[in-house]
């Protein structure tokens, strides 16, 4: 029997695995990315489309601004891909600085909206620097913590261990987070205090101290919660939004009825009542309630697992970096993806209080969208030099 013809396909086969691979590029991490934001640009249209029309007479408004950000994304991700890790270590520090210039700027030019004063206007531009600030956070302590390594995780030397492991790195995180505590942005205040202190869990701190630390954390943000008007409203409303149906809880108690309509199923892609203006805004941080609505059980459970596994894969990625600093980065990013969603399907749901924060790649937006896929471009840039058998 003549095997050539096998053989010659065999052959192609592998030229075309060898190309694949030689891109270094995780491609399940990849085709994850590309899925979830599919995903999301859907469900911004179906969820948008009757609030678009009644504030803008376009039923394609938010679609067609979220695609433009889509692609700009698209874009984004693939330069980033292309940023070897060594820049990025090189200049943590300045882009570290420059977002705490933009959150100075923030309260001293920044505009309202929705109630809060978190966006500065550059030219045609509308940025939220506290977005920016989740990463820089991520891109500064993963730089620190791969420069002094030794001396923060040095354990015959508590002063190294405290000043160099605790008191510093505590320090890079304070102040972004003064600052956006200023802004009354309470939700991006636990991302950042998340993040900061699990990376320093995962460099290597010492336990003892680093639980100090939390603690003082803890007491912070619950100080703020418990004495602060606009945070103890919220608590209020969340114990019984039944009570202040036509104010606080409003919200709250429509999301909670379009979740318990969709059922297993759902009501169908583009058939929700409940977006039909008795959600605020639809398309933005209510977006999951739409979702379980007109999907059910099954579109839910759909989105999560996509999110699932990309926080796993970004994890599997970092755990095969090649350096501490690109580890850190990697981790940092899955901890943010992670702790957003999280936060956001918790408030969807009625389990915190409401703290205003999106779902990435659903909710519509442009500056975060875009910084999201500039995290997903770093992740391939160091998914590139990983350890992982290509």
């Not at 060898?18 to 990315?33: A, K």
Request: charged share 15%.
């Amino acid at each position: 029997m003549d095997f050539s013809g096998n053989n010659e396909s065999r052959r192609k086969i592998k030229k075309w695995k060898i190309s694949v691979n030689n891109t270094g590029l995780d491609l399940v991490f990849l085709i994850s990315v590309i899925l979830i934001a599919a995903y999301g640009t859907v469900m911004v249209f179906s969820a948008g489309a009757p609030y678009a029309t009644a504030r803008y007479h376009d039923s394609y408004y938010f679609v067609k601004k979220q695609t433009v950000w889509l692609l700009l994304g698209l874009a984004t991700m693939i330069v980033a891909s292309n940023i070897p890790t060594r820049l990025l270590k090189k200049y943590a520090l300045h882009s570290y600085i420059v977002t705490i210039a933009l959150l100075l700027l923030v309260l001293l030019v920044g505009f309202v909206g929705n109630g809060a004063k978190r966006w500065i206007s550059i030219g045609p531009l509308t940025i939220q620097p506290s977005e920016i600030a989740k990463l820089t956070l991520i891109l500064m302590l993963a730089k620190y913590f791969a420069d002094f390594d030794e001396r923060a995780t040095d354990q015959r030397k508590k002063k190294n261990i405290f000043v160099y492991g605790t008191l510093i790195p505590g320090l890079i995180l304070a102040l972004p987070i003064l600052l956006v505590m200023l802004q009354k942005h309470l939700s991006c205040i636990i991302i950042l205090g998340t993040i900061g202190i699990l990376l320093m869990f995962t460099a290597g701190i010492n336990p003892r101290y680093l639980s100090m630390f939390c603690a003082g954390g803890v007491g912070g943000v619950a100080f703020i919660a418990l004495f602060t008007d606009y945070t103890k409203e919220r608590i209020v409303v969340w114990q019984n939004p039944e009570l202040y149906k036509l104010t606080g809880g409003w919200q709250t108690l429509q999301g909670l009825m379009a979740i318990g309509t969709g059922g297993i199923f759902g009501v169908g892609l583009g058939e929700s009542v409940l977006k039909h203006c008795y959600v605020s805004e639809p398309a933005n941080d209510m977006i999951f309630a739409i979702l379980c609505e007109e999907l059910g059980l099954v579109g839910a459970a759909t989105a999560i697992i996509l999110f699932g596994v990309l926080i796993v894969r970004i994890s599997h990625i970092a755990m095969h970096a090649e350096d501490t600093f690109s580890r850190l980065l990697c981790l940092g990013i899955c901890i943010k993806m992670a702790v957003q969603v999280l936060l956001n399907i918790a408030v969807v749901t009625n389990t915190i209080p409401n703290t205003g924060i999106s779902l990435p790649f659903f909710s519509y937006g442009g500056s975060s969208l875009v910084m999201l896929f500039f995290e997903m471009g770093i992740v391939l840039s160091v998914s590139k030099k990983s350890n992982i058998a290509k």
